[in-house]
């Protein structure tokens, strides 16, 4: 991810604020401005400025660099956020909310702006949870959108939030422009921030106004689909530095096995969640930044004949797949190099395509899965599940 987006993630998640919460309340639904001037608002960077811009009250950069500042004395549950921002350049404007007080946890929704309108450009807006402050967007690929975006004036956002869908709107407001339809952070409420180097502005809340949106969360596209592998075991995961090879060699055909001081020793039975994807970050927390992680997963596959399956398999950071013991496939998927898995170094199920050699009876497929870069999870979905049981 590049440093805009990092700045954008940090300066909501990482400076340190306190701030007192007063609830919505269960019956208040009428609309509440917050202009934006230090009453309302609280700078978490240095470079913070509250003017009048375009004859309103604005928040802006001073030097070019992205801001972070926080809505004080209000805890958002459900209902809608409408706000004005103007581009500057790679501006990224994101708005977090359901921010919890420890700021480890929240949910996120961003422009991104790369300097020119491309209103098909299907990842100029994204969805993602923020958990124990990792925002999970190359978990999210699904949580991403297009819209008309326009330059040197100002964008209407819109977001209509219930307590498990949201519905975001930008400058068209008859058209949902994102649809989310569970949203997956870990908290139902919490403060609101902003962030980039853009120019904010016309920030109104309407709480427990849900425009016909339901509480309930809606669809998810891979419930009816039997072939996704939703059911493992994981170990808790050990560090695992840079440089530390997983696999050790030994004189005997196929000449490697696993490290048995990295082999996971106990076991918890783990579900796939939202979309069939299995977030370890959501059950384990971050990893430190410079630091790496590894935990295993595996699962039972009964065959009713010796034969060859192909499993479509999304995963991040770094792969090993094992069938019976012994190695099949190696892989990275690290955003930003030539190397990186389609979509754009994303989680998804179309990074790639393993061939699982099965043998008659049960199979035991064991996953070593590394975290060092944001979300940390896989994905994975048989071609077809003729002649299996999992």
């Not at 001037?37 to 030097?63: G, M």
């Not at 075991?233 to 004189?251: A, H, R, T, Y």
């Not at 430190?288 to 595996?298: D, T």
């Amino acid at each position: 991810m590049n440093n805009s987006i990092n700045k954008l993630v940090s300066v909501i998640l990482c400076v340190a604020f306190s701030f007192t919460f007063y609830a919505q309340g269960p019956k208040q639904n009428k609309p509440v401005e917050f202009p934006f001037t230090e009453k309302y608002w609280s700078a978490l960077t240095d470079n913070v400025e509250f003017t009048t811009y375009k004859s309103v009250s604005a928040a802006k950069s001073t030097d070019g660099n992205p801001i972070g500042l926080m809505l004080k004395d209000f805890d958002f549950s459900t209902g809608t956020i409408e706000f004005d921002v103007e581009l500057k350049g790679r501006g990224f404007p994101g708005i977090t909310f359901h921010v919890d007080k420890d700021t480890l946890n929240s949910e996120t929704f961003y422009l991104r702006y790369f300097g020119k309108p491309q209103p098909l450009r299907r990842n100029n807006m994204q969805y993602a949870a923020v958990v124990d402050k990792v925002n999970l967007w190359d978990l999210t690929d699904d949580y991403q959108a297009a819209a008309q975006l326009y330059e040197n004036q100002w964008n209407h956002v819109k977001l209509v939030i219930s307590e498990n869908q949201m519905r975001a709107y930008v400058n068209d407001m008859e058209n949902v422009a994102l649809w989310v339809p569970a949203l997956e952070g870990l908290t139902k409420s919490g403060g609101i921030g902003l962030s980039g180097d853009v120019v904010y502005a016309n920030m109104v809340v309407t709480p427990n106004t849900l425009e016909g949106i339901p509480s309930s969360a809606g669809y998810d596209p891979t419930a009816n689909d039997s072939r996704y592998l939703r059911n493992w075991l994981v170990s808790e995961p050990i560090n695992f530095p840079f440089g530390k090879d997983l696999m050790k060699q030994i004189f005997v055909s196929p000449g490697v096995v696993i490290d048995s001081t990295l082999f996971g020793s106990t076991w918890k039975p783990l579900q796939a969640g939202q979309r069939s994807m299995v977030n370890l970050t959501k059950k384990y927390g971050g990893t430190k930044q410079g630091e790496r992680r590894l935990a295993w997963l595996k699962t039972t596959i009964t065959s009713d004949k010796m034969q060859k399956k192909k499993l479509n398999f999304g995963f991040s950071d770094e792969v090993w797949v094992f069938i019976n013991g012994n190695p099949l496939y190696i892989d990275k998927n690290y955003y930003g190099t030539p190397g990186m898995k389609e979509p754009l170094g994303r989680a998804t199920i179309e990074n790639t395509i393993i061939e699982i050699p099965l043998q008659e009876g049960e199979n035991e497929i064991l996953i070593g899965l590394t975290s060092y870069f944001y979300g940390w999870g896989m994905i994975a979905r048989w071609e077809n599940n003729d002649g299996i049981i999992f």
